[in-house]
T-cell receptor, first 115, second 115 residues
Framework: DQQVKQNSPSLSVQEGRISILNCDYT??????FLWYKKYPAEGPTFLIS?????DKNEDGRFTVFLNKSAKHLSLHIVPSQPGDSAVYFC??????????????FGQGTILTVHP | EAGVVQSPRYKIIEKKQPVAFWCNPI?????LYWYRQNLGQGPELLIR????????DSQLPKDRFSAERLKGVDSTLKIQPAELGDSAVYLC?????????????FGPGTRLTVL
């Protein structure tokens, strides 16, 4: 039972263009969502999060959008840079609007940004 | 601020042997998590500690896995005996604030190979 799904195993974009990574979830109890970036041989690094009371959160080049009715969220990276090349994980928590409790992760999307 | 520290980084053992992983969370973080990440998948929670207490161990295979966090700081995860299917990356995380945002911080992980 995959409660968080990232249906695109990989994404390739040109430097300077927009990268859009997508994530779908099925559990209506999820109320806090996070995106992590992971480089090889390192642990996941927190990027950005959003509470279910919001539909958008922005931090520099990174913006996360949440569509609760569709149970869908997306991460936009603008402009994309070669250093953004990594595996991106979407995660969700039913922790009362926090990351308390367990995080349920998607399978990850490999982003490659070409110079 | 030092991050989550894990050791060893890599471990190769033969099946039926015991193995242990160590984690030192970020100072002041009371909540500690152990996750397992299989190849091509996102991390999955094994156990969550609040100080010394294991508050969620529902996904820990208790026949062969054990964990402890005796003084509410460092934690050890043990497998005895290891099986071929235990080959994975074992990640430790602790919960705190990143620039005011509630998140889980991950260590680099221990990559276990069972032969």
């Amino acid at each position: 039972d995959q409660q968080v799904k990232q249906n695109s195993p990989s994404l390739s974009v040109q430097e300077g263009r927009i990268s859009i990574l997508n994530c779908d979830y099925t559990n209506s109890m999820f109320d806090y969502f996070l995106w992590y970036k992971k480089y090889p041989a390192e642990g996941p690094t927190f990027l950005i999060s959003i509470s279910s009371i919001k539909d958008k959160n922005e931090d520099g080049r990174f913006t996360v959008f949440l569509n609760k009715s569709a149970k869908h969220l997306s991460l936009h990276i603008v402009p994309s840079q070669p250093g953004d090349s990594a595996v991106y994980f979407c995660a969700a928590s039913a922790g009362g609007g926090t990351s308390y409790g367990k995080l349920t992760f998607g399978q990850g999307t490999i982003l490659t940004v070409h110079p | 601020e030092a991050g989550v520290v894990q050791s060893p980084r890599y471990k190769i053992i033969e099946k039926k042997q015991p193995v242990a992983f160590w984690c030192n969370p970020i100072s002041g973080h009371n909540t500690l998590y152990w996750y397992r990440q299989n190849l091509g998948q996102g991390p999955e929670l094994l156990i969550r500690y609040e100080n010394e207490e294991a508050v969620d161990d529902s996904q820990l295979p208790k026949d062969r896995f054990s964990a402890e966090r005796l003084k509410g700081v460092d934690s050890t995860l043990k497998i005895q005996p290891a099986e071929l299917g235990d080959s994975a990356v074992y990640l430790c995380a602790s919960r705190g604030l990143a620039g005011g945002t509630d998140t889980q911080y991950f260590g680099p992980g221990t990559r276990l190979t069972v032969l």
